[in-house]
Each structure stands twice: as structure tokens, then as C-alpha cells.
């Protein structure tokens, strides 16, 4: 059973233009998400999270929207640099708990 | 600060051997998670370590067994290993157990275990 997924593998986009990454999940009890970028032979990177009580939070280039109707978050990276090319994963953790639940990542290549 | 520091970076076991796998936790972090991700998939929660005991448990059978340190490091150990290990194992470190949702957890960068 997949609590949170994210649905595209791979996403292509150009420089200076918005990059959205999207996830699913199916837990209601989750209250916190996050998102965690991923170079290769590196260890995955803390970008941003935001409360379940929120539907929106922002840092720089980075901004997370959560529509808790629909039980879908999203990224959006404005504007996208070649430098933002990674595999970027969804997570979720219940904050009384200590587990991550990820997704399955979704690979994006920003273009020059 | 020093951040998570995860060795060896890479190693190759035959299977049914035995395996340990070394984490240091950054400064100042109590919380010691392990995580497993194979090819192509997000990473999968294997247990938790807070103040040295055991704070919760995913689903790894219990051949796949841990410590804490007073230091706040861990090990990893995996018995009788099989072709399934094969996968790389993160480290994840927090500043206290009930605050990885607003802080985030701080990984290192894993070892790659490979199992012929």
C-alpha cells in the first residue's frame, strides 16, 4: 500500500520557466510534508516542508502548496535553473511519529 | 557543523554473510533514522533510533537489528544477507524524535551495499 505517490517519473523544462512537481497521498493523519532533492551519490536534501494546517508555504525559488481536499501537494520551483536538475521526492511524517513515508521521486532536467 | 557522516561509502558482500554499516549523527542530533532505497525507489523506513532505543520499526524482518551510541552514533546491521539487500542505506539525523516533520532530518550521503 503506497501512502504517497508521485505519479511522473521525469519532468523536462526549460530554464527561467516554472517547474512543478506533483505528489499523492492517501493518509489523511499526516501532518507534515516535505520535499528532499537527490544529486546523484549524495545523500537527500531538506528543500522545504509545510503543516498540515497550511496550504501554502514559500522559501526563494521554492513553494509548496498542499490542497488537503484532494490529499495532493505540490512543488514549484520559479524560476528553474539547470542546477535544480535532480530527482526531487515527496514525504510524509505523522509528527508524533518518526517515520518518513516517501514517494517514489520524479526526475526533473531543467535545459539550457 | 559537521553533518551526517555515513561508512564505508560502497561494499560488495557474498550472500548469508553479515553486514555493518557506521553512522555519525550531526551535532547536536539525538535521533538517528536508517532508511533503505533500492534502484529506482524512494527510501524505505527501517527503525529509528532515539537516546540510544529503539523508536519505532518499519517493515524489515529482524535480521536487521541496530544500535545507538552514547555519542548519539549508530550501526546498521543486516545478518544472513540476501541478493535483495542489495540497495543503498541512508542515515538521517534530527535534533529531537518529535521534530522531523518541521525540521526535515539531515541525511548523509549512504553506503551502497551490494549482495552477489
Known amino acids: 500500500d503506497q501512502q504517497v505517490k508521485q505519479n511522473s517519473p521525469s519532468l523536462s523544462v526549460q530554464e527561467g520557466r516554472i517547474s512543478i512537481l506533483n505528489c499523492d497521498y492517501t493518509?489523511?493523519?499526516?501532518?507534515?510534508f516535505l520535499w528532499y532533492k537527490k544529486y546523484p551519490a549524495e545523500g537527500p536534501t531538506f528543500l522545504i516542508s509545510i503543516s498540515s494546517i497550511k496550504d501554502k508555504n514559500e522559501d526563494g525559488r521554492f513553494t509548496v502548496f498542499l490542497n488537503k481536499s484532494a490529499k495532493h501537494l505540490s512543488l514549484h520551483i520559479v524560476p528553474s535553473q539547470p542546477g535544480d536538475s535532480a530527482v526531487y521526492f515527496c514525504a510524509a511524517i505523522l509528527n508524533a511519529g518518526n517515520m518518513l513515508t516517501f514517494g517514489g521521486g520524479t526526475r526533473l532536467m531543467v535545459k539550457p | 557543523e559537521t553533518g551526517v557522516t555515513q561508512s564505508p561509502t560502497h561494499l560488495i558482500k557474498t550472500r548469508g554473510q553479515q553486514v555493518t554499516l557506521r553512522c555519525s549523527s550531526q551535532?547536536?542530533?539525538?535521533?538517528v533514522s536508517w532508511y533503505q532505497q533500492a534502484l529506482g525507489q524512494g527510501p524505505q523506513f527501517i527503525f529509528q533510533?532515539?537516546?540510544?532505543?529503539?523508536?519505532g520499526r518499519g517493515n524489515f524482518p529482524p535480521r536487521f537489528s541496530g544500535l545507538q551510541f552514547p555519542n548519539y552514533s549508530s550501526e546498521l546491521n543486516v545478518n544472513a544477507l540476501e541478493l535483495d539487500d542489495s540497495a543503498l542505506y541512508l542515515c538521517?539525523?534530527?535534533?529531537?524524535?518529535?521534530?522531523?516533520?518541521?525540521?526535515?532530518?539531515?541525511f548523509g550521503s549512504g553506503t551502497r551495499l551490494t549482495v552477489v
Open positions: 551535532s547536536g542530533h539525538n535521533t
Open positions: 538521517a539525523s534530527s535534533p529531537d524524535r518529535h521534530r522531523g516533520g518541521s525540521y526535515g532530518y539531515t
Open positions: 493518509n489523511s493523519m499526516f501532518d507534515y
Open positions: 533510533y532515539y537516546r540510544e532505543e529503539e523508536n
